[in-house]
Protein backbone atom coordinates (compact mmCIF):
# COMPACT_ATOMS: atom_id res chain seq x y z
CA UNK A 1 0.00 0.00 0.00
CA UNK A 2 2.31 2.61 0.65
CA UNK A 3 4.44 1.77 -2.63
CA UNK A 4 1.43 2.48 -4.37
CA UNK A 5 0.70 5.87 -2.29
CA UNK A 6 4.93 6.47 -2.80
CA UNK A 7 4.63 5.99 -6.60
CA UNK A 8 1.04 7.92 -7.12
CA UNK A 9 2.92 11.08 -4.94
CA UNK A 10 5.61 10.83 -7.22
CA UNK A 11 3.84 10.40 -10.85
CA UNK A 12 1.51 13.39 -9.18
CA UNK A 13 4.74 15.75 -9.25
CA UNK A 14 3.30 17.20 -5.82
CA UNK A 15 5.85 19.87 -5.63
CA UNK A 16 3.43 21.62 -3.32
CA UNK A 17 5.70 20.84 0.12
CA UNK A 18 9.24 20.98 1.25
CA UNK A 19 11.21 18.06 2.04
CA UNK A 20 10.87 18.84 5.83
CA UNK A 21 10.09 22.31 5.15
CA UNK A 22 6.64 23.99 5.22
CA UNK A 23 5.34 25.28 1.45
CA UNK A 24 6.85 28.97 2.22
CA UNK A 25 10.38 28.06 3.82
CA UNK A 26 10.47 25.45 0.74
CA UNK A 27 10.08 28.59 -1.52
CA UNK A 28 12.35 30.49 0.50
CA UNK A 29 15.11 28.26 0.25
CA UNK A 30 15.16 28.22 -3.54
CA UNK A 31 12.39 25.48 -4.44
CA UNK A 32 9.65 25.77 -7.37
CA UNK A 33 6.07 26.00 -6.62
CA UNK A 34 4.53 23.35 -8.33
CA UNK A 35 3.70 24.82 -11.60
CA UNK A 36 7.01 25.84 -11.78
CA UNK A 37 7.97 22.72 -11.10
CA UNK A 38 5.58 21.16 -13.78
CA UNK A 39 6.58 23.86 -16.13
CA UNK A 40 10.23 23.15 -16.16
CA UNK A 41 9.01 19.21 -16.30
CA UNK A 42 7.08 20.16 -19.90
CA UNK A 43 9.20 22.66 -21.07
CA UNK A 44 12.67 19.84 -20.61
CA UNK A 45 14.56 21.79 -18.30
CA UNK A 46 13.60 18.81 -15.79
CA UNK A 47 13.24 14.63 -16.52
CA UNK A 48 9.93 13.87 -13.90
CA UNK A 49 10.81 12.47 -11.18
CA UNK A 50 8.28 9.55 -11.76
CA UNK A 51 10.57 8.77 -14.86
CA UNK A 52 14.11 8.47 -11.92
CA UNK A 53 11.63 5.90 -9.45
CA UNK A 54 13.53 3.23 -9.88
CA UNK A 55 16.59 4.02 -10.30
CA UNK A 56 16.37 5.83 -6.90
CA UNK A 57 15.21 2.60 -5.37
CA UNK A 58 17.51 0.23 -6.65
CA UNK A 59 20.35 2.77 -5.40
CA UNK A 60 18.69 3.12 -1.59
CA UNK A 61 17.41 0.24 -1.83
CA UNK A 62 14.96 2.45 0.32
CA UNK A 63 11.18 3.51 -0.71
CA UNK A 64 10.64 7.50 -1.53
CA UNK A 65 8.61 9.48 1.11
CA UNK A 66 6.57 12.20 0.59
CA UNK A 67 6.91 14.80 -0.85
CA UNK A 68 9.83 15.27 -3.57
CA UNK A 69 10.81 18.97 -4.05
CA UNK A 70 12.76 20.58 -7.14
CA UNK A 71 15.08 23.20 -6.17
CA UNK A 72 17.66 25.69 -7.66
CA UNK A 73 20.95 24.51 -6.36
CA UNK A 74 23.74 26.62 -7.87
CA UNK A 75 21.86 27.61 -10.83
CA UNK A 76 20.75 24.05 -11.78
CA UNK A 77 17.55 22.38 -10.86
CA UNK A 78 17.85 19.31 -8.21
CA UNK A 79 14.99 17.24 -6.57
CA UNK A 80 15.73 17.25 -2.76
CA UNK A 81 13.94 13.25 -1.98
CA UNK A 82 13.83 11.67 0.95
CA UNK A 83 14.03 7.85 1.32
CA UNK A 84 13.30 5.29 4.07
CA UNK A 85 15.88 3.15 4.01
CA UNK A 86 15.71 -0.44 5.01
CA UNK A 87 17.71 0.31 8.46
CA UNK A 88 14.81 2.48 9.58
CA UNK A 89 16.83 5.45 8.87
CA UNK A 90 16.44 8.74 6.66
CA UNK A 91 17.98 9.59 4.15
CA UNK A 92 18.06 13.10 1.78
CA UNK A 93 19.52 12.36 -1.46
CA UNK A 94 19.88 15.23 -4.08
CA UNK A 95 18.89 14.20 -7.55
CA UNK A 96 20.11 15.98 -10.47
CA UNK A 97 17.20 16.86 -12.37
CA UNK A 98 18.18 17.29 -15.99
CA UNK A 99 20.16 13.94 -15.72
CA UNK A 100 19.08 11.74 -13.04
CA UNK A 101 22.14 11.22 -11.52
CA UNK A 102 22.25 10.67 -7.64
CA UNK A 103 24.97 12.84 -5.79
CA UNK A 104 26.74 10.25 -3.56
CA UNK A 105 26.14 7.19 -5.61
Given at each position: ???????????????????????????AA????????????????????????KQ??????????????????????????????????????????????????
Amino acid sequence: MFRKLAFAVLVALPIAGGVGLAPDAALAAGCLSSKEARSAVQNGQAVSLSKMVKQIQRATGGEILPTPQLCNSGGRLVYMVKVLRPDGSVETLTVDAASGSIAGY
